[in-house]
């Protein structure tokens, strides 16, 4: 048996014992449990609107700083309830947000100046306020920069519901002293759909 023959022959004898085993010789790597993904907006983006404490009326003017755009609702001593911040969220349908953090400034000197954070839902074509579900505050008295954060499962579902965060500003004479410069909402991919996103599907 000559070189070459003997090449082919163990090349088919290969390929037979590979069919055999009924799978390739390499074995897939075993596929991601989840994946972590952060959907982010600038301050600037959120829009002032009325809250539940007035129901309706004119939107409230804004105001931002330069150059970290953090914004504010320009209207002074603001009860909680009167007027907020909306940051509309378009999440992937199917994910589970993990948690929300809000960036914000406050300076507000006086006893009471806080800044909430609220998430959201609410079924499509409803007159309903919505479902909270998760909310946090600034420490009162002026504290500087800070990180308002909350932790929570929700799974998105963009079908039947829409999603945003509301501040909501309890504010003195200088509305500005309480601002955000910032959201972030942290959310998971079940590890199932990874392929599909990875190859491109």
Known sequence: MNRKLFLF???????????????????SPAAASSLTGYYNLFGHEGIGT???????????????????GCRYINVANTT??????RY?????????????????????????????MHLVSRPWNSRLAGTDWGSAGTSAGGAGDQTISDTMSKVVNNETTEYWIDMYPVNSANPG????????????VNGAFLPLIQNGG
């Open 9 to 27: 022959v163990s090349l088919i004898a290969l390929s037979a014992l590979v069919l055999s085993t009924g799978g390739p010789a390499l074995a």
């Open 50 to 68: 009325v809250g539940p404490v007035l129901v309706a009326g004119p939107a409230p003017s804004v105001g931002d700083y330069v150059p970290n």
């Open 80 to 85: 909680w309830g009167q007027y907020i911040l």
């Open 88 to 116: 509309p969220l378009h999440l992937p349908n199917g994910v589970t947000i993990t948690k929300v953090a809000a960036f914000v400034a406050d300076y507000n000197t006086n006893s009471g100046g806080t800044m909430f």
């Open 177 to 188: 002293e309480l601002c955000v410069y910032g959201i972030r909402v942290t959310y998971t």
